[in-house]
């Protein structure tokens, strides 16, 4: 009888639960849930996989973990710290650091870095460490070389980028990183770089010069809203790095008298995003790379993934955004868009040569802006500047899928200047709505210059291109094959 009472109660209970879910889902709201959820769970697996398989290369960004709030903040003043702009609070930072480093299982921690002028030796960061520069802080590299330590040379380069040997560090470094954030309320970051330059330009230094901001072989990186500026070399320098968002920069420089103090430099890098940044350096604003030459070849980092958008470059003496000369080991699926550079030497440039190795291929460049610059677009394969005399000749780099999309413009002397050459042809290249208005204060015989290059026109552009390119309509409908592709210097004379 027990079990039959049982039996006859689990139908009863089984025909109730029945109602209640016909009930449940004849409701509007509980529809609308269920078709929400499914449709959430859908376009999440799509996105994950599909990134997964394609990657950064059809500009679908990663899936990026964010930084972490950190539970625990210290103050710099806490450690000792006083912001005179003469006492050296070298000891301050550190100190802090290795508080922080204690607390990495826990989540990490803060270190607060008030208004005030904190003058420093180089020092190193941690994993899980938030650095934060207040508004009107100001953390000055300290002048004196024999403060900043010697470090061995980068291993994609074999030497000093100046001078064999070990070369100096940076003010602030990083080694072997995780989950670091460098941020604030537009706080600076000054490495008094005078005097550095002033040395190098008189041959005074036996090392190569430190960056200013140096983090290598680290990930889940975060640099934001703060300045930095008169870097003794290179100013931001992540090296085989990844996963690095750079956002909300200022980067100053002197544009003559600062050799080299480059704006930013992904070296070795995957997975990059720079956005939102004004820069203006003695040097290139931005510059990728991955290695020089045999050395470069042999550590085996492509520079992969990169996106540059929405940046405003001035750079009297190089360009906006170059590529090279360094890239033995590859730069690959790079995207710059809304770019504007003004009162430049170049806009964007290509550069590498013979020795190099390597490859250049896939990157595109869009909604470029270029005012009163010398040279707008500018692809160099003879940049014969080598580590030794012990570099392969016959390591030929290649050029290859480099397109180019509204680039628009005024007062350029010189649109383009595509120079391959035989033994480094450039293959591959496209233009797509381009307009530039020329300045005419020297007389060019060729304004748009093409050697050695293989590549297509879609649509109108201006000036009128080299004929080494052939022609399509806006449709993508062949009008025109190029004329002797390979020959040299061929050019549309104004």
Same mark, same amino acid.
Request: charged share 20%; proline share 5%.
């Given at each position: ?30 529809? %609308? ?14 996105? @994950? ?13 990663? =899936? ?27 000891? $301050?930072?550190?100190?802090?650091? $290795? ?20 003058? +420093? ?26 403060? &900043? ?38 706080? +600076? ?6 005097? &550095? ?8 230094? #036996?090392? @190569? ?7 290598? &072989? ?6 934001? /809203?703060?300045?930095? *500026? ?19 920069? @200022? ?81 690959? #699926?790079?995207?710059?868009? #809304? ?14 040569? $013979? ?11 869009? /909604? ?18 080598? $580590? ?15 397109? %180019? ?23 591959? =290249? ?57 020959? *040299? ?6």
């Amino acid at each position: 009888m027990l079990e039959k009472h049982s039996s006859a109660g689990g139908k009863v209970q089984a025909c109730q639960c029945r109602r209640r879910a016909v009930a449940f889902f004849s409701s509007p709201k509980a529809l %609308f849930l269920v078709l929400w959820t499914l449709v959430f769970a859908s376009v999440f697996w799509w996105r @994950t996989s599909y990134v997964d398989e394609v990657g950064f290369s059809l500009q679908l960004p990663r =899936v990026r973990t964010g930084p972490m709030f950190r539970p625990v903040a210290f103050i710099l003043t806490d450690f000792g710290a006083v912001g005179d702009g003469e006492t050296l609070n070298t000891d $301050a930072f550190e100190s802090a650091v $290795a508080e922080i480093a204690k607390l990495g299982d826990a989540g990490g921690g803060q270190l607060d870095v008030p208004a005030g002028l904190w003058l +420093t030796a180089p020092f190193n960061l941690t994993s899980h460490m938030t650095l934060f520069l207040a508004e009107g802080a100001v953390i000055l590299g300290v002048e004196d070389e024999r403060y &900043w330590p010697l470090l061995p040379p980068l291993p994609s380069y074999g030497y000093g980028r100046e001078h064999k040997g070990p070369r100096f560090g940076s003010l602030i470094h990083g080694q072997n990183l995780k989950d670091v954030v460098i941020t604030g309320h537009n706080g +600076t970051i000054n490495g008094q770089g005078q005097r &550095w330059w002033t040395k190098h330009q008189k041959k005074l230094l #036996n090392h @190569t010069r430190g960056p200013l901001l140096q983090l290598m &072989w680290s990930r889940d990186i975060v640099i934001s /809203n703060i300045t930095l *500026r008169d870097s003794p070399f290179w100013t931001l320098h992540p090296y085989d790095c990844k996963n690095v968002t750079i956002s909300n920069l @200022t980067i100053l420089a002197p544009v003559s008298g600062a050799p080299n103090t480059d704006g930013i430099d992904p070296d070795s890098c995957e997975d990059v995003v720079i956005e939102n940044c004004y820069i203006c350096t003695g040097d290139d604003g931005i510059a990728i790379k991955s290695g020089w030459d045999q050395f470069g070849i042999a550590y085996k980092r492509p520079s992969t993934n990169i996106l540059i958008r929405n940046v405003t470059v001035r750079s009297v003496v190089s360009a906006g955004v170059s590529i090279g000369s360094e890239m033995s080991g590859g730069v690959s #699926n790079v995207t710059v868009d #809304n770019l504007h550079v003004w009162e430049s030497k170049r806009g964007v440039r290509i550069k590498t040569a $013979a020795g190099r190795g390597g490859y250049i291929r896939n990157i595109s460049y869009r /909604n470029v802006t270029l005012n009163h610059v010398s040279i707008g677009i500018v692809i160099k394969t003879d940049y014969n500047e080598h $580590a030794d005399e012990f570099f392969d000749p016959k390591a030929i780099p290649i050029l290859e899928s480099i397109h %180019f999309s509204g680039i628009h413009g005024q007062n350029v002397d010189v649109p383009v200047q595509l120079n391959g050459s035989q033994e480094i042809p450039v293959r591959d =290249v496209s233009f797509r709505d381009m307009s530039i208005g020329l300045s005419y204060k020297k007389k060019k015989k060729n304004i748009f210059r093409c050697s050695f290059v293989q590549g297509r026109i879609i649509g109108t552009i201006f000036p009128m291109p080299c004929l080494n390119l052939d022609i399509f309509d806006g449709r993508g409908r062949l009008v025109k094959r190029s004329v002797l592709p390979n020959k *040299r210097s061929i050019g549309y004379s104004s």
